[in-house]
């Protein structure tokens, strides 16, 4: 680059090249990072979401079963199977965070319930009781102060 009097800037071809260049890395990289930003949180959304809706419906209706299966590891797997046989076509992989929505919903539930059981079976305080997931009552003047003294 290089100043006259006469034309002020005068900016020379390999100088924008370098310019050019610097711009098409920036957006590319931007460009890389934004789709796989928006690939990330569509695929959160479609797992959570299932997964959400399936813990609705086994809220709401208790344990729903088909054939003998739960609805929600059914499902999981039928949707993935079905994902790689390419059902799905250009969705396959938003059919895999679905399937992978329900199946989360059921070994979630799967888990909750190993944990109930686990601690039913642990030995407590006398008058101690276990709350499980999900469950609300009003707790008690003395229960919040057993809480608070405890540090929970």
Known sequence: MYITEERGYNIGGDSLRRAGHLVSRFRNRFIGRAENLTQQTVQTALISGASFGFGVLGGHQGAVD???VPVDLGAGIIIHL??????AGRWDKAAH???DG???AYFARLGAR??????RKSPRVKGERMISSGERRTLTPGEVGAMAMAGN
């Open 82 to 87: 079905g994902a790689l046989a390419g059902l």
């Open 66 to 68: 088909v054939l003998g």
């Open 97 to 99: 965070d679905i399937g």
């Open 102 to 104: 329900a199946l989360a």
């Open 114 to 119: 190993v944990g109930h059981n686990w601690a």
